[in-house]
């Protein structure tokens, strides 16, 4: 069975650090993009940050210069490195991919991985 497996997540003060991993399992790691997605408490979940099979990368404003967002496919791993926190950033992190960069950035996760992972709880204090 596919999973995603998220981890890294804590409770930090403000201007803190985190860095987020997520193992996936299955054999296409390489050929997708991957994104990380935040879900704060009583909100939507949104991408934060997405990466493509060729390196392109996108942020989402509020994280610019802040995040970074890598992969390592012989490891089947997508990585969230989370500088200088802030307490909006506070929320439950997911991974999960897309056939191609185009459509991780609208959102369309179908024909990759079907489900969500647990996600793993981000907590900024102020």
């Known amino acids: 069975q596919v999973q995603l497996v998220e981890s890294g997540g804590g409770l930090v003060q403000t201007g803190g650090s985190l860095r987020l991993s997520c193992v996936a399992s299955?054999?296409?790691?390489?050929?997708?993009?991957w994104g990380w997605f935040r879900q704060a408490p009583g909100k939507e979940r949104e991408i934060v940050a997405g990466?493509?099979?060729?390196?392109?990368?996108y942020y989402a404003d509020s994280v610019k210069g802040r995040f970074t967002i890598s992969r390592d496919n012989a490891k089947n791993t997508v990585f969230l490195q989370m500088n200088s926190l802030k307490p909006e950033d506070t929320g439950v992190y997911y991974c999960?991919?897309?056939?191609?960069?185009?459509?991780?950035?609208?959102?369309?996760?179908?024909?990759?991985?079907?489900?969500w992972g647990q996600g793993t709880q981000v907590t900024v204090s102020s």
């Open positions: 999960n991919a897309a056939l191609t960069y185009d459509r991780l950035r609208i959102g369309d996760l179908t024909g990759a991985y079907n489900d």
């Open positions: 299955g054999r296409k790691f390489s050929s997708y993009a």
């Open positions: 990466i493509g099979w060729s390196g392109a990368i």
